[in-house]
């Protein structure tokens, strides 16, 4: 893994979106994003053939695009699409048997706190993600936001390791937030929200390359 690939990391799943994923996904290529997840996940989203399918469909638009393809929380389907990554929160499963089971493939751990932070197993992990940063109404179970004091403070005990930054991040704050420490920013409306998914994107890439 790269760090460049951290800088502009969108997140999405057919619960965010309000067109087609496949046509946002390429939108948001287009203007530049660096890493794509994969999360479907939360209030009217997809399971089954259908859920796969669209894995199947974002995953070929990665490959296309020479994009990073990471699912969020299923191995499962990180194993059968071959994606680039898998990428789990603190209490969905034992973050050893995703390391384990996903072996030739990037691992992302989400963390909320310097102390999850340090108690992450990073010789053995990729990347952290941080956050939420900011307040966010897209994950409507987020912790409270860290602020860049939080993202500051866990930089300054994991060193030089990737972090990724999560949580009402868009093109505004981008810039202080990687002033902060992170790598990059992920984000999921900042994208999805806009009718123009490359522009939307571009305004993110311009506020920090
Ligand atoms: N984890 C922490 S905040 C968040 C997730 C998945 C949601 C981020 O969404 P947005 O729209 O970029 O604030």
Redesign the pocket.
Known sequence: MKKEDLKLYF?MGSQDATRDPRMILQDAIKGGITCFQF?EKGPGCASGAAKVKLAQDLRRICLENGIPFIVNDDVELALTLDADGIHVGQDVMDIHEVIERCKDMWVGL?VTSVQEAISAPLLSIDYLGV??IYQ?S??KD?KSPIGLDGLREIRNNVKTFPVVA????NASNLKEVVEAGADGGS????ITAYDDATKAARELYNAIM
């Open positions: 997140i999360r989400s956050g939420p966010t897209t994950k987020a999560i949580g009402g991040i984000f999921i409306s900042s």
